[in-house]
């Protein structure tokens, strides 16, 4: 297994491991074992990996197994759901210090398929993500839908976020989560 920053060349595995989780494409006995919600495009990961620098994959020859997608506010500011939780930003801290735009990234979303879950691959590739983050951050932020109790258990549990509060959006509940990125 080989941990990176992705290129150009990496978007098509890594979208073909997004579609095998995505909820809008997972069957529901699947659910249970975690999936991701938003749908991305060649565009938009291009941008990602260009712009940012921030999508982080885990492969095996040429397949992606895992990937961890991390940019800034400024990038994520394209989705609704993103605009919600920077608005809120000021309303968060960490430890005592005021959550901001400039001080903290959006971490996720997080894919890991099924073959290599329960192994060491998420830690890998979280730290290894959370490593090159903290060159530009102080502070990761995520969230979590709590209809996906795998997705809370590795993160809270297995990679040890804490949980900075809980909020509504679009008809769903989510736990807002987060750490220093210099552990």
Known sequence: MTYHIATLDDIDATLA??????????????????????PFTYEELRDLIEQEQGLFIAKEGEEVLAYVMSAS?????????FQHMIADLPNLSYDGTPLTVENSYQYGPVCVDKRVRSTEVLPTIFEFALKHMAKRFEFLVTF????????YQAHHR???????????????????MGCRTRR
Do not use: C
């Open 17 to 38: 491991l997004h579609a095998k989780y995505q909820i809008d494409t997972i069957t529901k006995a699947d659910k249970a074992d975690g999936f991701v919600t938003t």
């Open 73 to 81: 506010w400024d990038f994520w500011s394209r989705w609704p759901m």
């Open 144 to 151: 979590v839908n709590q209809i996906n109790p795998r997705s």
């Open 158 to 176: 297995k990679l040890g976020l804490d949980i900075l509060k809980e909020f509504d959006y679009n008809g769903n509940r989510y736990w807002e």
